[in-house]
């Protein structure tokens, strides 16, 4: 089983900023992606951003050039530095993890979610 556990939501100013943690565990053998989606009051979960082993990136539209994903492969946790924060990235903030745990094959992992809220 792999755990996923998410830090660092809070009430910001538009314009403010917000460092999202997020830490996998447990029965990991690799893990080939981890990312961040979102999900606003009365929407459907979307993709915010993704990082794989490789380093390699994914945004969204709505997020490019305000927020960055990096990553520490040794520690298996991510984080994301969201900057220029704007009203409309109010949501309930989830990491996700995809790897394999080994011999129990793969996985595909939610945190609990941490709340963002960015006050006009």
């Known amino acids: 089983q792999v755990h996923v556990v998410e830090s660092g939501g809070g009430l910001v100013q538009a314009g403010g900023s917000l460092r999202l943690s997020c830490a996998a565990s447990?029965?990991?053998?690799?893990?080939?992606?981890m990312g961040w989606y979102r999900q606003a009051p009365g929407k459907q979960r979307e993709l915010v951003t993704t990082?794989?082993?490789?380093?390699?990136?994914n945004y969204a539209d709505s997020v490019k050039g305000r927020f960055t994903i990096s990553r520490d492969n040794a520690k298996n946790t991510v984080i994301l530095q969201m900057n220029s924060l704007k009203p409309e990235d109010t949501a309930v903030y989830y990491c996700?993890?995809?790897?394999?745990?080994?011999?129990?094959?793969?996985?595909?992992?939610w945190g609990q979610g941490t709340q963002v809220t960015v006050s006009s």
């Open positions: 996700n993890a995809q790897g394999s745990s080994g011999w129990r094959g793969s996985f595909d992992s």
């Open positions: 990082i794989t082993s490789g380093g390699s990136t």
């Open positions: 447990g029965s990991i053998f690799s893990i080939n992606s």
